[in-house]
């Protein structure tokens, strides 16, 4: 079995010199991230962290994330990624269910990280916060550690990535090194990058596309990852240009926004950008048109897929992209099978919509510690059932219909609505609610909630916003409010969402 620490060091060693990592105004060749990432291990093993151990990262788009994610596979440990827009509740649900032992947090997060509660122990990167140790300085002072040539087997667990679950607890996929290095190789080969990429991440690191898919896939080549602190229209343009940008992932609005906030557009040199994949819900025809002529590009690719797949799923190329606008691509990638198929487990004919189902080497372990959702996530002959309905068209074209696990993708985030009903519930004033998503023109979708408010209270957006800040993270708070005097329900007492929709 082949890790990443194993291609790292071999990259140290063929391509030492070679330009590995640019953040924060500075570089990092290939040789020294190596020997970064060793002095990292040296002080996760000092914090106490050991083989099977997990340590989270809950950063910004930062090098100590890099250096701590390279420092714990090095101890044999996996990370846990943390959404860095979680409020304090959030954050500690994660921890105590994913049991890491040590937290890096970015120095801007320690408000959030201080009211978290448990026994993790925290340290802070990118700045510094009164209380906290800094991971940069310990980085600083420590010797490089040396594992002693350990690989890890294939099945050994790498990260821990928490996603929405329909109950409105998180799950935790969890991969091993085997389905990350799965991921990464064909991915890496369905774009065509090698050593001469350089990739922006500027969509949040934590997210398992982003991480998974392009940054492993750019270091497996030996390409330079170049990472945004956090994604702003103008800084994303002005990156793009200035550090020669030949390959980038985002979410439909990081690629549309420019368009509208970045008034000289057209005055930045993005002639070295090579593709634009775009992921997070398709791309209808007039959108992807707009994305033509405003870079004056047609190299827009877009993927579909999902953290629990690697997240690896489909691909619709360039060459296609307007002709099946608005299709998440053709039935499977290298290294995926994929089939649609209806209630009964058999297969969908051109027309029908029915569930994707699909199946690879990168696919997830199970959910940590829930083999009943795990069991319920995979069919009896090993499949992995989206949740996703779709319907193919006769070319093999894939678009997706609906939901059925009820999530809203707003801005390239999953919110799922129960969530953010059992907020919206919590307030004493609220009678009922109903979370549903709203088509939006660049957002793709934008939560909207429908409240029956206790008589007389006086309850208006205005409150609820105010109540729901401090308990969601920002992107799950609805946007539209509309108050009803009732929600329509079935005979069971379910609120009917398909009649709210219309």
Known sequence: MIDFVSVLDQHARTRGDRLALR??????????????????????????????????????????????LFGAWRLQAAVVPVNHKLQAPEVEYVLQHSGAKVCLADAALAPVARRVGGSVRWLVTAGEAEGIESFDALLARAAAHDAGGAVPAGDTPAEVLYTSGTTGRPKGCLHSHANLFHTAICCAAAVSL?????????????????????????????????????????????TLARDRITFTFGAPIAFLAPLQAVPDLQRHDLSAMRLWTCGGGPLSAENTR????????????????????????????????IAKAGSI???????????????????????????IHLRS?????????????????FTPDGWYRSGDMARIDADGYMFIADRAKDMIVTGGENVYSKEVED?????????????????????????????VA?????????????????????????????????????????????LLRQ
């Open 23 to 68: 953040a924060d105004g500075r570089d990092w060749s290939y040789a020294e991230l190596a020997e970064t990432t060793r002095r990292a291990a040296a002080v996760l093993q000092a914090c106490g962290v050991g083989p099977g151990d997990r340590v989270a990262l809950f950063n910004f788009n930062t090098p100590g994330f890099v250096f701590a």
């Open 194 to 238: 090698t050593p001469a990429d350089r990739n922006l991440t500027a969509m949040p690191i934590w997210h398992s596309s982003p991480l998974n898919n392009w940054f492993l896939g750019t270091l497996l080549m030996g390409g330079a990852n170049v990472l945004m602190r956090e994604y702003a229209p103008q800084a994303f343009i002005e």
């Open 290 to 321: 707009r994305l033509a002529a405003g870079y004056k590009t047609d190299r827009i690719m877009q993927v579909y897929g999902m953290t629990e797949s690697g997240p690896m799923g489909t691909v619709l190329y360039p060459e296609e992209a």
């Open 329 to 355: 691509g053709r039935c499977g990638t290298a290294g995926v099978l994929l089939e649609l198929r209806r209630e009964d487990g058999s297969p969908c004919r051109a027309g029908e919509v029915g569930e």
């Open 361 to 377: 080497a990168a696919m997830m372990q199970g959910y940590l510690d829930d083999p009943g959702a795990t069991a319920q996530a």
């Open 423 to 451: 907020a919206l519930s919590a307030h004493a004033d609220v009678l009922e609610a109903a979370v549903i998503g709203r088509p939006h023109p660049d957002w793709g979708e934008t939560v909207m909630a429908i409240v």
């Open 454 to 498: 206790r008589p007389g209270s006086g309850l208006d957006e205005a409150g609820l916003k105010a109540f729901l800040e401090p308990r969601l993270a920002r992107y799950k708070v609805p946007r539209i409010y509309e108050f009803r005097d009732a929600l329509p329900h079935t005979p069971s007492g379910k609120v009917q969402k398909h």
